[in-house]
């Protein structure tokens, strides 16, 4: 059991070489949420095509994930919502009209062909790099994940299964405290409320608020009971500009590292924060947003690399490529190489783009203020917390067997589960409304490059990568923990719902 930051071979400051992996399914950009949705996983294959092209694909050890299991998602997820999500097709929606409404699947989360195996994808992914990292990897990269809304009984803002949840699941299996970073524009609710009465894992989350979805995140929400003061909202207005995001990101995290000392980190980098995105209103550049994955590498603790929003799709693949340049070590050349996608990033064909001249909105004494808040609430935390463990979870391994050779019914003894506790539990202090979110609207992008991949979804992506492609064993995420996940929200609660999802129209991921 691990007590503390894992200490890492370092190299210079924040230590240049990592023993990277990366996960990609050749399948996943094939996936189409549908026509006009801004959610377009098109640019996962985009981003790759970059890194192939960089040369960073032979930095790493590539796997193609095992899609998770039914049994695997009902780690988190509910037993009714997993089996509605597997049966629902585009063909059979009308007739589970009361089915869609319960479990929130409509036009934010529409039914598309493939669904459930788009959600398999990228959860195995997320579960197979937390699995990896749990068997001596330094850095696990899986762009297809992040999905941080999703909840336990319905989809949100474009998420369906909350990969992150399950992965921050494994890895507890072998640390005793896990940090969970969000650094998408939108407020990682899903992860939060996953985890908002436990010690074990700090979720700490950087984004818009304010009339803006999904109108959670308030300063004020710290975390419920053995959970308070473990997590952490730093509400941001529109147009924040890089140094003002690191004058907040840089204390605030280095203080968390102190204090909580996590065994692991899982960081969504959602790319709707940068400037320019479709949906997104803050201005960080690239390198900006990057700094926050070299500032969380400088650790030399194990991390976890998730994708999550981004919605002006050249940017994301520019982002994302950059930052597994930034988990090698590697600088990358602005001149982008020549590859399949090559027409979607003209006029300039480079991997950085300027921030715009938009008005930052976060005044010196309002960051000031919520930097002193945060920090105020990280100095009562005293020490990191201990968990003592009567039996050990197993880890979750790779037999060498043939696949074929295994019995797929095999199953632990449910009664070896870990306990939910369905009540999302509040901290005395009061949350700010989010009646006003039902005002949000898409925010169009004015550039004809977005549109490409409509006509593009259906074709196959790279195949140079073939060869290198290592394929990992089937995921086991069925041992129990200890401690049991808590806050997480009952579908019939409906006084937890803070806003009403059908009357936002593509307001996230």
Request: aromatic fraction near 10%; hydrophobic fraction near 30%.
């Given at each position: 059991?691990?007590?503390?930051?894992?200490?890492?071979?370092s190299?210079?400051?924040?230590?240049?070489?990592?023993?990277?992996c990366?996960?990609?399914?050749?399948?996943?950009?094939?996936?189409y949420?549908?026509?006009?949705?801004?959610?377009?996983?098109?640019r996962?294959r985009?981003?790759?095509?970059?890194?192939?092209?960089?040369?960073?694909?032979?930095q790493?050890?590539?796997?193609c994930?095992?899609?998770?299991?039914?049994?695997?998602?009902?780690r988190?997820?509910?037993?009714?919502?997993?089996?509605?999500?597997?049966?629902?097709?585009?063909?059979?929606?009308?007739?589970?009209?009361?089915?869609?409404?319960?479990?929130?699947?409509g036009?934010d989360?529409?039914?598309?062909?493939?669904?459930?195996?788009?959600?398999?994808t990228?959860?195995?992914?997320?579960?197979?790099?937390?699995v990896?990292?749990?068997?001596?990897?330094d850095?696990a990269?899986?762009?297809?994940?992040?999905?941080?809304?999703?909840?336990?009984?319905?989809a949100?803002g474009?998420c369906?299964?909350?990969?992150?949840?399950?992965a921050?699941?494994?890895?507890?299996?072998?640390?005793?405290r896990?940090?969970?970073?969000?650094?998408?524009?939108?407020?990682?609710d899903?992860?939060?409320?996953?985890?908002?009465?436990?010690?074990?894992?700090?979720?700490?989350s950087?984004?818009?608020?304010?009339?803006?979805?999904?109108?959670?995140?308030?300063?004020?929400?710290?975390?419920?009971g053995?959970?308070?003061?473990?997590?952490l909202?730093?509400p941001?207005?529109?147009?924040?500009?890089?140094?003002?995001?690191?004058?907040l990101?840089?204390?605030?995290?280095g203080k968390?590292m102190?204090v909580?000392?996590?065994g692991a980190?899982?960081?969504q980098?959602?790319?709707?924060?940068?400037?320019?995105d479709?949906?997104?209103c803050?201005?960080?550049?690239?390198?900006?947003?990057?700094?926050c994955v070299?500032?969380?590498?400088?650790?030399?603790?194990?991390?976890?690399?998730?994708?999550?929003?981004?919605?002006?799709i050249?940017?994301?693949?520019?982002?994302?490529?950059?930052?597994?340049?930034?988990?090698?070590?590697?600088?990358?050349e602005?001149?982008?190489?020549?590859?399949?996608?090559?027409?979607?990033?003209?006029?300039?064909?480079t991997?950085?783009?300027?921030?715009?001249?938009m008005?930052?909105?976060n005044?010196?004494?309002?960051?000031?203020?919520?930097?002193s808040?945060?920090?105020?609430?990280?100095?009562?935390?005293r020490?990191?917390?201990?968990?003592q463990?009567?039996e050990?979870?197993?880890?979750?391994?790779?037999?060498?067997?043939?696949d074929?050779?295994?019995?797929?019914?095999?199953r632990?003894?449910?009664?070896?589960?870990m306990?939910?506790?369905?009540?999302?539990?509040?901290?005395e202090?009061?949350?700010?409304?989010?009646?006003?979110?039902?005002?949000?609207r898409?925010k169009r992008?004015n550039?004809?490059?977005?549109?490409m991949d409509?006509?593009?979804?259906t074709s196959k992506?790279?195949?140079?990568?073939?060869?290198?492609?290592?394929?990992?064993?089937?995921?086991?995420?069925?041992?129990?923990?200890?401690?049991?996940v808590?806050?997480m929200?009952?579908?019939?609660?409906?006084?937890?719902?803070?806003a009403?999802?059908s009357?936002?129209i593509?307001?996230?991921?």
């Amino acid at each position: 059991m691990e007590s503390g930051g894992n200490s890492l071979p370092s190299i210079g400051t924040d230590g240049s070489k990592r023993k990277v992996c990366y996960f990609y399914d050749p399948e996943v950009g094939n996936y189409y949420y549908g026509q006009g949705h801004p959610m377009k996983p098109h640019r996962i294959r985009m981003t790759h095509a970059l890194l192939s092209r960089y040369g960073l694909l032979n930095q790493m050890h590539m796997f193609c994930p095992n899609p998770a299991r039914d049994r695997d998602l009902c780690r988190f997820h509910s037993d009714d919502y997993i089996a509605f999500l597997r049966s629902v097709t585009p063909e059979t929606q009308q007739d589970q009209i009361r089915a869609l409404k319960r479990f929130n699947v409509g036009e934010d989360c529409p039914v598309f062909d493939g669904l459930y195996s788009f959600c398999q994808t990228y959860a195995g992914a997320s579960v197979g790099g937390a699995v990896k990292l749990n068997h001596g990897f330094d850095i696990a990269v899986n762009w297809s994940g992040g999905l941080h809304h999703a909840k336990k009984c319905e989809a949100s803002g474009f998420c369906y299964v909350n990969d992150i949840v399950l992965a921050i699941l494994e890895l507890l299996k072998q640390h005793e405290r896990v940090l969970y970073v969000d650094i998408d524009i939108h407020h990682g609710d899903g992860v939060e409320e996953a985890f908002y009465t436990t010690d074990r894992v700090m979720t700490v989350s950087f984004h818009k608020f304010g009339d803006y979805f999904p109108g959670t995140g308030d300063i004020r929400d710290i975390g419920y009971g053995k959970g308070k003061y473990y997590s952490l909202n730093v509400p941001l207005d529109d147009g924040i500009d890089d140094e003002s995001y690191q004058s907040l990101f840089k204390p605030i995290m280095g203080k968390v590292m102190e204090v909580f000392r996590p065994g692991a980190v899982v960081l969504q980098c959602g790319a709707d924060s940068l400037s320019g995105d479709r949906l997104g209103c803050f201005n960080l550049s690239i390198k900006g947003h990057a700094e926050c994955v070299k500032y969380m590498r400088s650790f030399n603790v194990p991390v976890l690399l998730l994708g999550g929003g981004g919605y002006t799709i050249r940017n994301v693949a520019r982002c994302w490529c950059y930052e597994t340049g930034v988990a090698l070590g590697v600088e990358l050349e602005d001149k982008m190489p020549a590859h399949e996608y090559y027409e979607y990033f003209g006029p300039d064909y480079t991997l950085h783009v300027a921030p715009s001249n938009m008005e930052n909105k976060n005044t010196w004494q309002q960051l000031d203020e919520i930097r002193s808040k945060l920090l105020d609430n990280l100095s009562k935390l005293r020490h990191a917390p201990s968990v003592q463990f009567q039996e050990r979870p197993p880890e979750t391994e790779f037999p060498e067997a043939d696949d074929d050779q295994e019995d797929p019914d095999e199953r632990q003894d449910p009664d070896l589960d870990m306990d939910i506790d369905d009540t999302k539990h509040y901290d005395e202090t009061p949350r700010k409304p989010a009646t006003a979110v039902t005002s949000i609207r898409i925010k169009r992008e004015n550039n004809d490059n977005d549109n490409m991949d409509q006509d593009m979804h259906t074709s196959k992506g790279p195949e140079a990568v073939a060869e290198e492609v290592t394929y990992s064993k089937p995921l086991d995420m069925n041992s129990s923990l200890d401690e049991a996940v808590s806050g997480m929200k009952a579908e019939q609660d409906a006084s937890v719902k803070l806003a009403d999802p059908s009357s936002i129209i593509y307001p996230k991921s």
